[in-house]
């Protein structure tokens, strides 16, 4: 028989683009009408690892991607916002949530694929509201699977009658290693378990490899999705290391045992095969289910000893950074309202200190240039915009109850001093950022206007932590220093400034340089003002 291999390969490869293409869309379109709340869900609900598990299922269930959710996962983690003991659990849970894809494609509905491809079109074009044109691009993406799916497979067809493809898969079953070898590199190439089992199932449906040679190629698709995280984690803190090596430990430890229960696993999928009168796809779903589900079964009441191996071969400082509130118990508020303001305004002093250690991290930035001070900057800068939003709705609550007078004043007073707080972070972000237009873009400051800016920001980080040592301390006197300072931290400014402009017309500095140090001065201005803020509601309360 001859082969048209330029048919063969178009198809095969044009099939992977409109499948890949499919589940991005599907998991987009399921994302935005679910209302974007992934984040929220693994924030939430884990709380324990089975929680994990089952948060883990859900999120990968709905962007169809088990790599997606573990990335979610490690900037979760790398925020302070989820432990490694909880991020274990939903990585197994997003092992579990990425087969839901392969019984999708085990429904036997390509030959309307094309009709279902058109209604999500159709949707996306006809309709204005975002919620109906998010289900169309899920059911484009859906579509889109199927039709991608149907091209491989015709690609595919060829292959049961080439002698060389034919040896391979009889070596595979030999030599099961080869198989997981396979399955991993390609997965790794094309960045989807997802695709890759679902080139696997058409394989199989074609009758191009037996399934004592398939079932080792889907133990290396879930070793090979590991990649993603293990690229999402460079750079990363230390935490976030740990929960994508976890990812890689986890898959590579299954892979090891499910190698070693080999024949009987595939026996069993034979049995299943068989009892359920499944068709040929379907059958790999239930392997690969079959395989994710135990695999968690087997290492759930290991998660400690995962976590304690995971430390050991990532070693290093956790992270710093938590963004959780610490004293914000609700149980203070059906006792006293006094005793839960007191609470707030010990959470309203922590976050003040994250203020400044954000300050000093943008100052290291400036002058070192180090992207760990950067990163450490920014993490700052999201703990403070989550704890604004915590003490705010501790705060509404302490509202509800019955305020004295004086309570009443400390509670404006606090709900004032967060939201200072969290512009004060908003500026320094806005300097990490000026400092990286400043790098990308090769702007060099002369050595009298990074003088300046030193001595600005160390007067600024001054004023800011004695705001918020007045806050603590409800010290009168340190309040009115904080004033006094910012006063200084005005005509500093306007001096610098001045310099500025002088050095503009005597051509020692260009206008691109010229723009970032005035932007750099006026958000620590203005970072002075918020200052005072905080100092003047101190005063008030007195």
């Known amino acids: 028989m001859d082969i048209d291999v330029q048919k063969l390969i178009i198809e095969f490869i044009g099939g992977i683009g409109i499948f890949l293409m499919g589940i991005k869309m599907m998991g987009d379109g399921l994302q935005k009408s679910a209302g974007d709340r992934l984040r929220d869900i693994l924030d939430r609900f884990t709380s324990n690892p089975f929680l994990g598990v089952l ?311 400036i002058t070192t240039q180090n992207p760990k001070s950067s990163e450490m900057a920014l993490q700052i800068e999201g703990a403070l915009n989550n704890l604004d939003r915590k003490i705010t709705e501790y705060l509404v609550d302490i509202a509800s109850t019955n305020l004295t007078e004086p309570e009443s004043v400390e509670h404006t007073g606090l709900m004032s001093t967060i939201r200072d707080i969290e512009r004060i972070g908003d500026h320094f972000e806005n300097v990490v950022e000026l400092v990286d237009y400043k790098m990308s873009n090769k702007v060099s400051l002369t050595e009298q206007a990074i003088e300046d800016l030193n001595k600005m920001f160390d007067l600024t980080y001054m004023t800011v932590k004695q705001a918020v040592e007045s806050l603590e301390t409800n010290d009168k006197e340190a309040a009115l220093e904080v004033i006094q300072k910012e006063d200084q931290i005005d005509k500093m400014e306007r001096k610098f400034r001045k310099n500025h402009i002088i050095r503009m017309n005597e051509g020692i500095c260009n206008g691109t340089a010229g723009i970032v140090f005035v932007d750099v001065l006026s958000n620590l201005e203005r970072i002075g003002d918020h200052a005072v803020n905080i100092a003047q509601n101190v005063l008030e309360e007195h």
């Open 55 to 365: 948060a883990g299922i859900l999120v990968t269930v709905l962007i169809q991607s088990s790599s997606g959710t573990t990335v979610l996962t490690v900037g979760l983690v790398n925020a302070g916002f989820m432990t490694l003991r909880q991020a274990i659990g939903v990585i197994m849970g997003a092992n579990i949530g990425t087969t839901a894809t392969a019984f999708i494609i085990g429904i036997d509905i390509g030959e309307y694929s094309l009709l279902i491809l058109a209604l999500g079109a159709f949707t996306i074009f006809f309709f204005k509201k975002q919620r109906i044109i998010a289900v169309g691009q899920a059911l484009f993406g859906f579509g889109s699977l199927f039709f991608g799916l149907e091209l491989m497979s015709s690609g595919m067809t060829p292959l049961r009658s080439l002698d060389a493809f034919h040896e391979l898969t009889v070596t595979m079953s030999d030599t099961p290693i080869l198989g997981v070898v396979i399955g991993t590199v390609f997965t790794v190439i094309v960045q989807s378990s997802t695709a890759t089992i679902g080139i696997l199932q058409g394989l199989f449906a074609q009758g191009a490899i037996e399934l004592d040679a398939a079932i080792p190629v889907l133990f290396g698709d879930n070793i090979g999705t590991t990649i993603t995280a293990v690229i999402a984690s460079i750079g990363t803190s230390v935490a976030a290391k740990r929960a994508a090596y976890t990812h890689v430990t986890f898959n590579l430890i299954g892979a090891v045992i499910f190698m070693i229960l080999l024949f009987p696993f595939t026996n069993f999928v034979s049995y299943l095969e068989t009892a359920l009168n499944l068709n040929k796809e379907m059958t790999i779903a239930f392997a690969h289910g079959s395989y994710n589900v135990a695999n968690t079964i087997i290492q759930f009441p290991f998660i400690g000893f995962l976590a304690w191996l995971i430390t050991k071969l990532v070693p290093g400082d956790d992270v710093v950074i938590e963004y959780k509130p610490k004293h914000l118990d609700s149980i203070f508020l059906q006792q006293s309202s006094s005793l839960a303001l007191a609470q707030a305004k010990l959470e309203v002093v922590r976050m003040g200190k994250y203020a400044y250690q954000g300050l000093e991290e943008t100052h290291n930035y």
